[in-house]
Nanobody, 125 residues
């Protein structure tokens, strides 16, 4: 059983930056592909970005390309999301998720095995 704990969310003005962290425990972190999703009020949870187990494959949703960067440190059991040039429409609860095994990255909510509790990101205009 893997536990995921996100941190780093908060309130920021448009154009600002935040760095989210997701710390994993209870499993072999390097065996999990990791991703970030987000969910705004009244909307479905949507894929943001993902990184493969070794970090060699990364995939971003079009709406964050060039602004967000996902990375992982397998020695610290942590995945990061650096968010720059934030927009009000980025306001959402951000979740990290882990998928055991496989190769590459996945974008569908249903394939992920473990989820964090989420961290709120609010971008003011």
């Amino acid at each position: 059983q893997v536990q995921l704990v996100e941190s780093g969310g908060g309130l920021v003005q448009a154009g600002g930056s935040l760095r989210l962290s997701c710390a994993a425990s209870g499993g072999t972190f390097s065996s999990y592909a990791m991703s970030w999703f987000r969910q705004a009020p009244g909307k479905e949870r949507e894929f943001v970005c993902a990184i493969s187990r070794g970090g060699g494959t990364i995939y971003y949703a079009d709406f964050v390309k060039g602004r967000f960067t996902i990375s992982r440190d397998n020695t610290k059991n942590t995945v990061y999301l650096q968010m720059n040039s934030l927009k009000p429409e980025d306001t959402a609860v951000y979740y990290c998720a882990a998928k055991q095994g496989g190769s590459g990255v996945q974008t569908r909510v249903t394939v992920y095995d473990y989820w964090g509790q989420g961290t709120q990101v609010t971008v003011s205009s």
